[in-house]
C-alpha cells in the first residue's frame, strides 16, 4: 500500500530538497483554519499493532493572529476538530505534497499568548501551543454500541463496515459473506472481526478513510514494495521462537483448501524427527483462493518461521513520507553489508523533517 510518487519526487527524498510541512484545521468537512503554523518540534508516530495506530505531538507558533483555543468551537479546541497534515517537498520552483493523515485533536496540554500592555488595551503579539493528536481510530474507539448489536442479515462484510463506520470506507480486499456465529463486543472490535473474516487488518488512508490492509505480510510476500536505504539495528540472537512444521487453510466459496509443509531432512538439526520435536504454526487467509496459493504459501511461511531468530528490526533512515503501515520492503544498509526485508509495523517521523525516521519491521529475512 505504498504510496506511489513519481520518481521525480523519491529522487529528490533522497537528495537535496527544502523539506517543510503544512496543516490545515478541519470541523467536518469545513475548512476552518488554513495554514496552521506548525513548528518542527515533536513527531508523528504509526503503530500496526495498536487499536489507534497513529499518534503524534505537534508545536504550533506565531507572531501574531492567535489560533489558541478559548471556546469549543475554535479551529484548535479539543472537541471534534481535526489537522490535516502534510509533507511538503520543494525542488527549484516545484512542490509536492505527501499528505500524512487526517488527525484528531486530542488534547492541548499547553498554551499561551504574549501580551504587550496599552494604557486602554493589551494586544497579543505572539502565541504557542502543544497539540496531542490521535488519528480517527479513537473516534471509533469512543462512539460504542449503546445496545448489542449484530450483523444486519443480507450484509456482505464491506457493506457491514460501511453500515458500522462513520466514516468513509475505501474498499480494498475482495468482499465476502459474513462467517457464521459472529458477534460484537464494540465497534471496533466489529470492525476487526469483519476485516480479520476478509484476511485484513482495519487501516486508515492519509485522508481519513477506513480501509483494510492485508494481515502478516510478512509470512507471504515475496515482492518487496519499496527499497530503503538506512542503518539496520538487528540484534543476532538463538532462541526457540521459530517452528518446524505449519498447516495453512483457506475457505473459500465453500471449498476447504488446506496444505501442509514439514521440514524432515534430518542433515537438519531444527526437523521434525530430531530431538526438537514438532513446533506448529497455523495461518489462515481467504485470500489464498486456490489451492496452488495454498501450497505456494505453506511453503513460504515454512520459510520464515522456521528461520526467524530475531524478528523486529529498527532501521534508521532518511524520513520516507511514502511508505505506509503493512508495507513488505527491502532494507539496504550499505555500510554494514547487511539487508532485511520484512513488513512495517511502526513508523516514527520527527517533525523536524531534516532528522532521520524510526522504522521497525517483522524481518522475514536477512541477509
Not at 520459510?303 to 508495507?327: F, K, M, T
Request: hydrophobic share 40%; net charge negative.
Amino acid at each position: 500500500m505504498v504510496l506511489q510518487l513519481e520518481p521525480e519526487l523519491l529522487a529528490a527524498l533522497e537528495e537535496n530538497h527544502e523539506p517543510g510541512w503544512r496543516a490545515d484545521a478541519f470541523y467536518g468537512p469545513t475548512l476552518t483554519a488554513a495554514d496552521v503554523p506548525l513548528t518542527w518540534d515533536g513527531s508523528l508516530t504509526f503503530a500496526g499493532d495498536a487499536q489507534v495506530q497513529g499518534r503524534g505531538t505537534v508545536r504550533l507558533a506565531r507572531d501574531n493572529d492567535s489560533l489558541v483555543p478559548k471556546a469549543k468551537t475554535d479551529p484548535l479546541a479539543p472537541f471534534g476538530q481535526e489537522l490535516a497534515i502534510t509533507r511538503t517537498v520543494t525542488v527549484g520552483s516545484k512542490t509536492w505534497d505527501i499528505p500524512m493523515g487526517r488527525f484528531r485533536i486530542f488534547e492541548v496540554p499547553s498554551m499561551r499568548e504574549y501580551l504587550r500592555l496599552y494604557p486602554s488595551q493589551a494586544q497579543v503579539i505572539g502565541w504557542d501551543a502543544e497539540l496531542s493528536l490521535r488519528d480517527r481510530f479513537e473516534a471509533i474507539i469512543a462512539d460504542d454500541f449503546l445496545q448489542t448489536e449484530a450483523p444486519k442479515p443480507g450484509n456482505t462484510v464491506w457493506q457491514e463496515i460501511r453500515r458500522l463506520s462513520p466514516y468513509p470506507i475505501v474498499q480494498s480486499l475482495p468482499d465476502a459473506t459474513i462467517p457464521a456465529g459472529v458477534a460484537y463486543k464494540s465497534r471496533i472490535d466489529a470492525i476487526e472481526v469483519l476485516m480479520a473474516a476478509l484476511g485484513g487488518v482495519p487501516h486508515l488512508t492519509r485522508q481519513g478513510a477506513l480501509t483494510a490492509r492485508p494481515a502478516d505480510v510478512w509470512l507471504t510476500a515475496t515482492e518487496p514494495v519499496a527499497t530503503v536505504k538506512g542503518v539496520i539495528d538487528l540484534d543476532d540472537s538463538l532462541s526457540m521462537d521459530f517452528y518446524n512444521q505449519v498447516q495453512v487453510t483457506s475457505s473459500t466459496g465453500g471449498n476447504d483448501l488446506v496444505a501442509v509443509a514439514r521440514i524432515t531432512d534430518m542433515s537438519n538439526p531444527i526437523a521434525v524427527g530430531r530431538p526438537i520435536g514438532g513446533r506448529t504454526y497455523r495461518y489462515s487467509s481467504p485470500l489464498l483462493d486456490t489451492q496452488e496459493k495454498v501450497n505456494a504459501a505453506a511453503k513460504t511461511v515454512l520459510a520464515r518461521v522456521s528461520g526467524r531468530q530475531s524478528r523486529s528490526v529498527r532501521v534508521s533512515c532518511l524520513p520516507r513520507p511514502d511508505l505506509e503501515l503493512g508495507d513488505y520492503i527491502k532494507v539496504v544498509d550499505e555500510g554494514q553489508g547487511r539487508e532485511v526485508v520484512g513488513e512495517v509495523t511502526s513508523m516514527t517521523f520527527p517533525m523536524n523533517p531534516t532528522d532521520a525516521m524510526t522504522v521497525e519491521l517483522i524481518a522475514a529475512e536477512t541477509r
